[in-house]
């Protein structure tokens, strides 16, 4: 029989690749298996919103709530359910958008200087983004899509005359390759340490 952290793990691990739907699939296993846990309903939830979809993030709520009801107070819980009303539509979801602040409320008064209350602080700052910030957003986003390509070519002609000079032929070096691993990277700093079961504090999971 699989531990919560053997599940915990197997959840980080397809995060991290870009598995969402294995995820779920891990999350729901380890609950068939385990019982009902927060830390497997906030990867479960994680896992929905990871998908950017509205009903994915219908999905997702439910989830969060029936986690926050087994542990009010879990950290990742409370920070993942904010971050969903934070970027929701107050046109469309005014409820879900309306709980985001007695959500971020709560994790700041459990636990102000964590992880999870830094990510949310960071959610929180671009939700009040206004029309300068997005066109700068947009300029430095091009400007290092540009200079991405640039290092590529560089590399790529690199390893064309490196080749040239010994008389044979390679690949060309796919830029995608480092692209897809710092993303990777990138996921990975939002998975379990922030998100679903470490560094929790007075949230931390009975």
Known sequence: MSTLDDWQDRCEQLFVAG????VRRAAREGIEELGPHPDLYCWLALGHVAE??????DEAERTFRAGLALDPDHLGLLAGYAELCLR???????GRAGRAAGLTRR????????AQAGRVEAAERWTRRGYWDDIRM???VRAAESDDRRRATEAQARTLGEDLSRGGATAPVDPTDREARACAADQGR????????ASQGAGASR
């Open 88 to 94: 929701a539509d107050g046109f469309d979801r005014p």
């Open 52 to 57: 950017d979809d509205d009903d994915h993030d």
């Open 138 to 140: 947009r300029t430095a």
């Open 190 to 197: 939002i998975g379990r340490g922030v998100w679903c079961g």
């Open 107 to 114: 994790l700041k008064e459990l636990a102000p200087d964590s």
């Open 19 to 22: 598995g969402h739907a294995a």
